[in-house]
Structures are given as structure tokens and as C-alpha cells.
């Protein structure tokens, strides 16, 4: 174990995500020593694994590219990837935090060069491409990746590969002999911008997610449609690749359901109307059917809403989906009573995306500290402890509410450090 300690109110940012970044270079651009944790191989979170983000559709280089180089130039920030929080001890001003930092089994000789991964045998499924496709087994996290390292899943690589990842880099930087490090620091106060996880859709069992590669959520349609994606941007059917000539976006699956989460995740609605662009673009003629509750698009976005909703192709149906019926074809129906008419309706379309709602990530796996979660485990901030919520960790919004959430974090993590 060894220590590393700022200068007096250092701040500890929790989430390496668009609203971690926003938070760590707001505070260290007015002073403050920051630490930025981050579980994962590489900063950007969900941001990195969009094709665009509303309102302006910019791709995530947009936001991401210049956060990047802000961090790197930043002498007052300390970052540290594939770490997680063990411990905390302490108060306000005076917190002694425990970080774990798992082996990336790939050291800092590392040049992406990529000859590891031209030789590498073995294959593992793509996380960062929700496992549409397969990576190598030592692989860079997307293009954008910061740091621009690889990593290696070692528990997906054969002997033979060992051998020839390892004869194939010449700057020796792969290191199987990793071990996991241990690091204490003293902070002043802690922001925590632990983000979201996209609610796990085999738990609405009527929906059919994982029966039918025809039903896909709208984080995966996301990364089909990004051109760093795993059909290299083209809209087709998981399976067979057919071209869509309809498909059916299934609102609030998982969201505002007391079975499942109880509040509207805020962006959802925003999104299909997103990824309905994409398709248009792509299949002019193409059928689209929404299925809704509520079209939850409030202020600025309105007239985004309008221009989707004018589409003549594409149709509305006001009614919650009770039933997804797998056809011989590969396509699906989508089963549901539009509350309007009281009709029961049947929708035969190629492919069925499911707007599965945002969990909170620490609301899922449990908390390393004594915060204050509210019942659908969002952090409610602490300021007297200087435990301060920031983006998706607060609430669900989009991203231009996140950064402003993060900056207000911020600003407040200042103020306490400086008391």
C-alpha cells in the first residue's frame, strides 16, 4: 500500500464519465489538487459509447476530444483508471480514501501500436459494443480511449497467445505478472460522478430481450449506428444484416414501472427520436412505430420532438407493450392496447428496440461509504460532509444537465475545501 497526498483541499472525483471530467477540471482549474478515479480502462463513460448526443447531434469527439486535452495538459490532476473505491475514512476536510487499482496487464511502455493485437489468437466478447461483436483479447477501449493504452483480459487468453503478444511488442510493455495496488490518499472532499448503467432488459420477461437478436436496446442501436461501431454505422438486423424496411421503438422499458424503476429516466424519449433520425437517414421509407406512455420532450426540446413527429412514415401509438411475439422470419410483433381507442394492436416490424431506462451504478452495486441514497438509489448530497453528487449519480438527465450539475459539484467541493 502507499500514500499520496494533495495539497491541503484536494478533491476526490469519483466517475471518469462527461460530468467526472467536468468536475475534476472545473476544481483543478481554479487551484484545487484532484484525484479522478475511474473503474474502467479509459475516461469518456457513456458519452464515448454514443453516435450523437442531442441537442446539437454532435458526435461524443465533440464534448470529449477537448475535455481530454484540458486533462492532459492539467498538472493539478491525478488520474487513475480501472480503480474503484474501497474505503472511507475521516470528515469533511480530512478524508483518508483507500483506492483499488486492478492489473491492465499492459504497463506504461505501451505506444498503441496495435502489433499485439495484429498477432493476439484469442477473442472476448466487445463490452464497450454490448457484445454485438468480438475484440481481441489485449485491445484499445474504443478509439478515442484516454489514455490511449491497451488492456488485456487475461482471463480470455490462451498460452499461445501469451506467447505471441508478448514476442510481438517490442517496448515490453506487456506485463502478465500485474498484481492488483492498493493507494491511500487524504482529500477534502469527494464529488461523486459515479454515473449509469442502461437497466438490465431480461427482467421484463414479456419483452423478450435475449430470445430474439431481432430485439436490441437503445444503447445498442447507438453503437450500430456510431461508425466506430460494430457494423461500422449501418442500421441493420442483428443476425442475418438485413436491411430494415420497419422497426418499432418500445418506450419506458424498465421505467415508470413499479416492478421495475419507479421514475421516468428523463432522456429516453429524447433518444428514440435520436435514433429515428438515424434510421430515416439511412432507409428513407422505412416504417417507424413508436409505442409510449408520455413523450416526455420538455423546453428546448420541443421542436426536435415536432420535426420527428411530422415524419408521414412513421406512426405513434399512445399504449404500454404487453407481449414481443417472435416470428419464423427473424422479425417480431409488438403487442399492445392503444389507450386512445382501446384498440389492441399488432405490430409486425424486422427489428424491436427497447428504451431501457438509466439505474444508477452505485444504486446497483452498492455504495463504498456511508452516502445518502434516495429509494431508487440516486446520491442525495451530503454538504456538511462534503459528499456531493454530480450528473446520472444526482438524477437521470441528458448530458447538457449533467455538465451544469458537475460544475455546481464543483464549486461546491471548492468552497468546502477553502473553509
Known sequence: MTDEQGTSGAVLVVGGGISGLTAALETAEVGNDVFLVEKGPSFGGRVAQLNQYFPKLCPPSCGLEINFRRLKDNRKIRTYTMTTVKAVKGGPGNYEVTLVTEPRYVNSNCTACGDCTAVCPDETANEFNFGMNNSKAIYLPHEMAFPRRYVLKKSALSAAGADAIKAACKYDAIDLDMQPETLTIKVASIIWATGWVPYEPT???????????????????????????????????????????????????????ENHLEYCSHICCMATFKQMSYVREQYPNAKIYVFYIDLRTPGKYEKFREIRMADANASFIKGKVADIILEADGGVTVVAENALTAEKISQKVDMAVLATGMQPSLGLQGAPAELNLDASGFIISDFDKAMISAGCAKKAADVVTCTQSSTAAALKAIQVSRR
Open 203 to 257: 427482467k421484463m420477461e414479456n419483452l423478450k430481450f435475449g430470445q430474439s437478436k431481432s430485439i436490441v436496446t437503445n444503447m445498442m442501436i447507438e453503437r450500430m449506428a456510431a461508425p466506430n461501431g460494430p457494423t461500422g454505422g449501418k442500421i441493420v438486423r442483428p443476425g442475418d444484416n438485413k436491411a430494415i424496411e420497419s422497426i418499432a421503438f418500445v418506450q419506458c422499458a424498465g421505467s415508470r414501472d
